[in-house]
């Protein structure tokens, strides 16, 4: 089972223009609620029998709060714990990562511009290669971030991908797609939304959505509950179904849709968002 997780955090120590959550800051009474779930959380998934990988997805930034650490430590250690992963933008310090099994965490992270300098930005991510984290990088398809993706493309490790993610509600012409392709070979699939009406989907067999207080749901963008993880009520609902949604347009959304293959293209890296056998392609 995979399990997306996301808890009350809200807030952020960037101010990207096209985030909601930019420079929020939480009250402590969040903050402590939040650490409250993520450590119910993480000793659910210590008492299981069975598989389990987990990839956070914070509204905020996770890692510069030291619960997100501890637990992403906790969890790799873990024998039942076949992945664990974080959406980042590495804003943090690595040397916490010493004390992870590094066989089983990995980061996804995000790249912005206007946040941070080219220059400390490619020495965290030569830092992690350096250590062996698991992981890959990516960037906002916005067009005033092209030259510092290109930037980025060229002096990243040749073995780390660089996603692009296309923007909220912009429209790519065959052009312009074709500038973030030579980038990311894979921005075809970022590039509009996937028409998802109907499809065979994992979400809600073997993936689903975790809330901090439990409430279960078969992905981030299905309203629907399934049921709670503690109760135990979730997994009589777990089953084949196809998706109710007329598109889908994130990938942590559409990469669980069958029909699309993107099991195959990231056999081994779903969660952190790392293509088998990166630089070559199937």
């Known amino acids: 089972m995979s399990i997306l997780y996301r808890g009350p955090l809200a807030s952020c120590d960037y101010d990207c223009a096209y985030c909601p959550f930019a420079k929020r800051r939480d009250d402590p009474e969040r903050l402590r609620a939040d650490r409250a779930a993520l450590e119910r959380f993480t000793a659910w998934v210590a008492g299981r029998d069975h598989p389990v990988s987990v990839l956070f997805t914070p509204w905020g930034e996770a890692l510069v709060r030291s619960w997100y650490r501890a637990a992403m430590v906790e969890l790799s250690r873990l024998p039942h714990v076949r992945r664990v992963a974080v959406q980042t933008n590495l804003s943090c310090r690595t040397g916490w990562l010493a004390d992870a099994d590094l066989t089983r965490l990995a980061l996804w992270v995000t790249y912005h511009p206007s946040q941070v300098a080219h220059d400390r930005f490619l020495a965290k991510c030569r830092e992690l290669s350096r250590l062996g984290v698991r992981h890959s990088v990516g960037i906002v398809g916005h067009p005033d971030h092209l030259d510092a993706a290109r930037r980025l493309r060229a002096d990243l490790p040749a073995g780390t991908y660089l996603w692009v993610n296309a923007e909220e509600g912009r429209h790519y012409t065959d052009d312009g797609a074709a500038e973030w392709a030579a980038i990311d070979p894979l921005f075809g699939y970022s590039r509009s939304a996937h028409a998802s009406a109907g499809l065979a989907c994992r979400t809600g067999e073997s993936v689903v959505s975790v809330s901090g207080d439990g409430t279960v749901r078969r992905c981030h963008f299905i309203p629907e509950v399934i049921g709670n993880l503690y109760d135990g009520s979730f997994e009589r609902a777990l089953r ?6 007329a598109t889908c347009d994130c990938h942590i959304g559409y990469v669980h849709l069958e029909p699309l293959g ?9 969660l952190e968002r790392i293509p088998t056998g990166w630089p070559a392609l199937p």
């Open 262 to 270: 993107l099991y195959d293209v990231f056999a081994g890296g779903i």
């Open 240 to 245: 084949p179904r196809p998706c109710p949604a």
